[in-house]
């Protein structure tokens, strides 16, 4: 299993970008899939999730209104576009396969990071800054 990430850089506040998160080693569309963040010195954050099909989305009290996860099953991409991004914004981002389900993170029952998710990409900074 691989989750490998792209995009991300530094931005002013007010600016956009878009995370890319390509799945491969196992069949993609089989699996919900999550963003995580973490800024320096906190823990993990979870961010976005989404279904099997892209239909159900759910999102942070913090990021919603302006970030948008989103899935191409065709091409086994994960996807997070941000936009009117804050300072508070700036952490390492991280994609990864989320097997308890997207739903748990709308109704609050989400486990701990090290049981929710099972793969993890790389990591991609986003620093928001003037």
């Known amino acids: 299993v691989q989750l490998v990430q792209s995009g991300g850089g530094m931005v002013q506040p007010g600016g956009s970008l878009r995370l890319s998160c390509v799945a491969s080693?196992?069949?993609?569309?089989?699996?919900?899939m999550s963003w995580v963040r973490q800024a320096p010195g906190k823990g993990p954050e979870w961010v976005a999730a989404?279904?099997?099909?892209?239909?159900?989305?759910y999102y942070a009290d913090s990021v919603q209104g302006r970030f948008t996860i989103s899935r191409d099953n065709a091409k086994n991409t994960l996807y997070l576009q941000m936009n009117n991004l804050k300072f508070e914004d700036t952490a390492l981002y991280y994609c990864?396969?989320?097997?308890?389900?997207?739903?748990?993170?709308?109704?609050?029952?989400?486990?701990?990071?090290?049981?929710?998710?099972?793969?993890w990409g790389q990591g991609t900074q986003v620093t928001v800054s003037s």
């Open positions: 990864a396969r989320d097997p308890r389900g997207a739903l748990t993170h709308h109704s609050n029952t989400a486990y701990p990071p090290g049981y929710q998710y099972d793969y």
């Open positions: 080693g196992f069949t993609f569309s089989d699996y919900d």
């Open positions: 989404v279904n099997t099909n892209g239909f159900s989305r």
